[in-house]
């Protein structure tokens, strides 16, 4: 105190006083601590939050109708009415119905009719495509153009060329001596002309996904097969198939699971009789015979019932390509 004092007589300043805890240092330091806190939550979150979109979307248009359609199958609905619990009622009929065991069977027949020829098909179209030819650019192009024709008009134009009475494909048979086919009205013949239409708008889609996978098959391969003395269908056969195996796998499954799904080809194809498979349900699908009992038997618990066998097919279908796809994986391994 007295050295104070003789400073103030002095004349002198006062000596200054220490910095307080409450300074401009501590305000940054405070500052920064916030902004640090904000940048790890910045950090955190974002990734979530670009993310989201997807999730409620999928959430609202995806698992929402998911779950819905499933406790619908457990009720007995019809529109303008409350639901009634029926347990696995709905499942119990259909095992018992004969038109619903009518569309299962119509739905693999299509199935296979449609897809073996249309894969062995794209196989081929891809193999050309993959050498040297002149103007090969166009011809990609000209394959992929029917998967880009809408469902409507392909099936309305093949309904017309498989038309019974004035049809240019019973035209053509009756030239070389052949009767005319009942296209609409018998089951085996209306199955081939819907496995047509199908093949004929698929085929050039799968066919450049065959060309893709062959373009990256290393050309050191073909070559030491060349020199091997193979022929270009040995080395097709020996070279090109095992290495795009998994894409010729890929395809299967997903034209397999596009043939279950099938609608749209049978429905306009049938006309008038389109939601009912036919006059006789001779090409009637697990989709149309939902939609018959959905929107025309108003039984929506039955058609929920259908909607949710088919998703069990379509897993048991994703699991048989999970079980090849692992016993590939552990053969090329071995």
Aim: aromatic share 12%.
């Amino acid at each position: 105190m007295a050295t104070s004092v003789r400073a103030r007589s002095d004349g002198s300043p006062p000596p200054a006083a220490p910095p307080s805890s409450s300074g401009p240092r501590s305000h940054r330091s405070a500052s920064g601590g916030w902004r640090s806190t904000l940048y790890r939550w910045d950090i955190k979150a974002i990734p979530y939050v670009f993310i989201a979109p997807f999730f409620l979307t999928f959430a609202a248009f995806g698992l929402f109708p998911l779950v819905y359609t499933g406790w619908l199958s457990l009720n007995r609905v019809e529109l303008g009415g409350d639901p009634q619990w029926k347990g696995l009622e709905n499942y119990t009929d259909l095992a018992t119905s004969e038109f619903f065991w009518n569309a299962l069977a119509n739905t693999f027949t299509i199935g296979v009719i449609s897809t073996v020829p249309q894969l062995l098909m794209a196989l081929g179209l891809a193999h050309l495509l993959n050498y040297k030819l002149r103007g090969r650019g166009f011809f990609r192009i000209a394959i992929l153009a029917p998967y880009a024709t809408s469902i409507a008009a392909a099936t309305l134009v093949f309904a017309q060329l498989f038309n019974t009475d004035y049809g240019m494909i019973n035209t053509v048979l009756g030239w070389v001596g052949f009767d005319p086919v009942q296209w609409e009205s018998s089951k085996w013949p209306a199955q081939i002309a819907i496995s047509v239409i199908v093949t004929w708008r698929w085929t050039g889609y799968n066919a450049l996904i065959y060309l893709a996978a062959m373009q990256a098959v290393p050309q050191d391969l073909y070559e030491a097969a060349s020199l091997d003395g193979a022929s270009r269908w040995r080395q097709f056969i020996s070279v090109t198939i095992p290495s795009i195996r998994p894409t010729i796998l890929f395809t299967v499954v997903v034209s397999t699971i596009g043939a279950t799904q099938l609608f749209g080809e049978p429905m306009l194809y049938g006309g008038s009789v389109g939601i009912s498979g036919g006059s006789g349900n001779q090409f009637q699908t697990l989709s149309l015979l939902m939609y018959e009992k959905g929107w025309v038997n108003n039984a929506l618990g039955q058609a929920s019932a259908i909607a949710w066998i088919m998703l069990l097919l379509l897993l048991l279908i994703g699991g048989v390509q999970a079980l090849v796809s692992r016993h590939n994986r552990k053969k090329l391994g071995g």
